[in-house]
């Protein structure tokens, strides 16, 4: 693969509303195969597709994905494209519908304790099928549908159509009912708390725009963000915009700050102020800010009264009148570790500057994880500039082009529904719920029958034993690895419908090799929200080994369960991505929004461009609401901001206050506990969570010692005789791990960052603290709710210890497919 110079790329400003059909790019596309009657042109042939790390075109020969290189519109390919190809290809392809031989002999349930150690038996796609259905109707029929779990959760891969995960819920909810899950490991605490106090989930849509940035902020202030680093991807084909806005901020010596115990490549590219308070500690540094601004009234009384409720209520908690203790910046200091000087200092500047404040969303993945963003909220409201342009917060400038101004572009149909649900028995309450917060599927395996709390409502958990996944990994993206263990030998049946052997892959019963998104065709938009264009991802290469098409699967299975018909509606898959392109086509019409067919757009060029409209560079996000916020108001019960919400106080909830509140977690940097070191699971920056984990291109650009890398400071490495390029063992009560060090000044003393996404690699599957071989953070990490109010992940309320690792490391073996597998 070819990657252009990030300087020296043309950044293509794709504003112009037109239709990309040159005569070049009809060449290209003429001999495309993937569509009914017609017939691949021998030669090799370059196909445009896209992905989740950008766009890109693929070169084809004798039938074989070899090469590719990235869309010339892209300004700024990202460098883990060439996973795309690689992953194709590589040793941990699933290549056959594979079942666990003690299941096969022994029966649903065997020998649990068998499970990720590889002992597969080879069975044919009528077989596996046939099993599956079985399963599923055996499961309704002795238990009822409160015994499947079909939340499949995950990023799954690039496609409108082409989404598992819809096709598995909608199979299950015709074939019977079962258990889903809500939310996400994401941004589950964001998402709780902010209807509370804006009336919505806030981090959605159109963020006040890049330009407006720009031209009006005079401090911007990253705060637990990383703009650069999670923006190589996206959730349907990213245009990499992010990139031209940092250089433009560059250019002009924008003032920034960047709050974060590890200094980001975006840091370093603004030549930024780099503040790093101790992990987890964000919200009383806020808090310590918010008492310097009200106690030297440097606070906005007017837009507090006009456009907030409940001030009055934290002001009491900041100077100590509702508890008996200050809020000072000195008792901030204590607790984060910033100098009192500093966080008054901060405070001066917030309020003399036009100031963005910025918040991304790992300090809401903590213990008490709804407090940071409403604090965010909160000190931004008392500096009074919501509203006004390049002033006021935002909480999606990390990911997906949250700033990037909005296009023309109409709204690209999602394909199939989930559907309704058609139960085989009736759901009594006594049975459990229905839905369970995505983040507490482990206590529901180890607790069934068990109470508890979300969102000022009381729940019981179902009794699960059967799950089937598609489109995720969540021997990834779940907490406490080994209690995750455990819990899984509650399943009597684990499915696993994937293309790689992941770590749950291989925890599974029955396997199911899936497609890529090479394999098979799909369309998608590119760039965030509405996107600058809609793209057809053709097929490139037929599916590889015994790969199929999730939706030819999940047919298969519809037509064993009788359910077929209103399982496909009749329709074809290429029938499902007409109709989704189509649904476009019919909302651009009245508009205006010039678009061809879908006949001309698939056998064509493959791609609509939109332009973006010039109001749309100078969106300010809230700008009506602060203008009037009687006629404007927002969905809270005030139509207000609520600094302090009645909802919230009457749910009586300890761990969620109704005001923003400093809470001590279970543990911390700066507080007594055995283990000294603050993990930072980060968001990789060169993966996608665990996509491209599997990629031998990808890992050679971040691997040390042949394991995933964490970052320690010089002075922690020193002390412990680690030097850079050691293979570390780090651990606590909860499991341990295997890593490569890298000794950097670019990391606060008492931090260590381990990327999440790394694949666990079990050195002895199944047994109790393995040592996994390879880097998985999630080991370590405690599988505690944030709060009952969101039920969400605490993945970064961790601390361990780190040693240097004595002795011949043991080989990494999870990126090659079990033994028997191949």
């Not at 049946?493 to 998104?517: E, N, Y």
């Amino acid at each position: 693969m070819t990657i252009p110079d990030t300087q020296a790329a043309s950044p293509c400003a794709l504003t112009r509303r037109r239709l990309l059909v040159s005569a070049a790019a009809l060449g290209a596309t003429a001999t495309i195969g993937g569509m009914p009657g017609r017939a691949r042109a021998a030669g090799p042939q370059e196909i445009l597709s896209g992905s989740h790390w950008g766009a890109f075109h693929a070169r084809v020969e004798d039938g074989r994905f070899v090469s590719l290189r990235p869309w010339e519109k892209d300004p700024r390919p990202s460098p883990t494209l060439a996973g795309v190809q690689d992953i194709v290809y590589n040793p941990a392809r699933i290549r056959y519908p594979m079942v666990r031989r003690a299941w096969l002999e022994q029966g649903p349930g065997a020998a649990p304790e068998t499970r990720g150690t590889g002992d597969f038996v080879r069975v044919s796609w009528d077989k596996a099928l046939d099993l599956v259905a079985g399963e599923i109707r055996r499961m309704q029929a002795e238990h009822g549908p409160w015994a499947l779990f079909g939340g499949s959760y995950g990023w799954r891969s690039s496609g409108r159509v082409g989404n598992p995960q819809t096709m598995l819920k909608r199979l299950l909810n015709l074939s019977g009912g079962y258990v889903e899950s809500s939310s996400n490991y994401s941004k589950a605490a964001l998402e709780g708390i902010m209807p509370y106090v804006v009336g919505s989930v806030e981090a959605e849509g159109q963020q006040t725009a890049y330009g407006t940035v720009t031209e009006n902020t005079e401090l911007l202030v990253f705060w637990a963000c990383s703009p650069l680093g999670n923006n190589h991807i996206s959730a349907a084909i990213p245009d990499h915009q992010v990139w031209g806005w940092f250089d433009e901020l560059a250019k002009r010596g924008k003032k920034a700050i960047f709050i974060d115990p590890v200094r980001t490549d975006a840091c370093k590219k603004l030549n930024a102020e780099w503040i790093a308070p101790r992990p987890h500690t964000d919200v009383a540094m806020m808090i310590g800010i918010a008492h310097t601004l009200l106690s030297e009234n440097l606070h906005d009384s007017k837009f507090l009264k006009d456009c907030t409720r409940g001030f009055d209520r934290f002001a009491d908690y900041l100077t100590g009148k509702s508890d008996g203790i200050a809020k000072s910046v000195e008792w901030a200091e204590a607790i984060c570790g910033i100098p009192a000087a500093v966080i008054r200092d901060l405070a001066r500047r917030f309020a003399k500057n036009r100031t963005m404040l910025v918040g991304g969303w790992a300090t809401q993945r903590q213990q008490h994880g709804e407090q940071a963003p409403w604090m965010l909220i909160t000190l931004a409201c008392m500096l009074g500039q919501i509203g006004l342009p390049g002033g006021g917060f935002v909480q999606r400038y990390h990911i997906d082009g949250g700033g990037a101004p909005m296009s023309l572009a109409p709204p690209l149909g999602n394909g199939m529904s989930a559907g309704k649900r058609v139960e085989t028995k009736p759901w009594t309450e006594d049975r459990g719920t229905k839905v369970i917060p995505c983040a507490r599927i482990v206590d529901m395996l180890l607790n069934p029958g068990g109470e508890y709390e979300h969102n000022g409502k009381r729940f019981k958990y179902p009794d699960v034993r059967f799950a089937y996944w598609v489109g995720g990994n969540p021997f990834h993206h779940h907490q406490d690895r080994n209690r995750q263990v455990a819990a899984w030998k509650k399943f009597e049946t684990f499915i696993v419908q994937d293309f790689q052997w992941t770590a749950s892959a291989r925890m599974a019963d029955i396997v199911l090799p899936a497609t890529t998104t090479v394999e098979r065709n799909d369309i998608e938009r590119v760039g965030p929200s509405a996107g600058v264009a809609i793209m057809a991802m053709r097929k490139i290469i037929d599916p590889v080994f015994e790969a199929r098409n999730d939706y030819d699967i999940f047919k298969d299975l519809a037509k064993r369960l009788g359910v077929e018909q209103p399982f496909t509606e009749g329709k074809s898959e290429m029938d499902w991505i007409r109709a989704s392109y189509d649904a476009a086509l019919a909302a651009a019409k009245p508009k205006n929004i010039p678009m061809p067919d879908f006949d001309s757009f698939w056998n064509g060029a493959g791609v609509v461009e939109f332009e973006v409209p010039a109001a749309s560079k100078k969106w300010i996000k809230y700008a009506a609401f602060r203008q009037d916020p009687l006629l404007n108001p927002l969905p809270t019960p005030s139509g207000k901001i609520e600094i302090f919400s009645t909802a919230i106080e009457r749910m009586k909830y300890e761990d969620c206050p109704p005001h923003p509140t400093w809470m001590e977690p279970v543990e911390r940097l700066g507080r007594p506990g055995k283990y000294p070191l603050h993990v930072n699971s980060s968001h990789p920056e060169l993966r996608l969570h665990s996509q491209l984990c599997g990629s031998a291109a990808v890992r050679k650009l971040y691997e040390v010692a042949g394991r995933s890398p964490c970052w320690i400071n010089p002075a922690d490495a020193a002390s412990r005789g680690i030097k850079d390029g050691d293979t570390v063992r780090v651990f606590n009560d909860r499991g341990q791990c295997l890593a490569g060090a890298v000794v950097t000044e670019d990391i606060r003393p008492g931090v260590l960052r381990l990327q999440e996404g790394a694949w666990y690699d079990p050195l002895d599957p199944g047994k109790p603290d393995t040592l996994c071989k390879f880097g998985d953070p999630n080991v370590l990490t405690p599988d505690i709710g944030t709060s009952r109010l969101s039920q969400a992940t605490s993945a970064c309320t961790t601390m361990a210890e780190v040693e240097k690792f004595q002795g011949m490391p043991p080989e990494v073996t999870v990126f090659t497919a079990p033994a028997r597998a191949g």
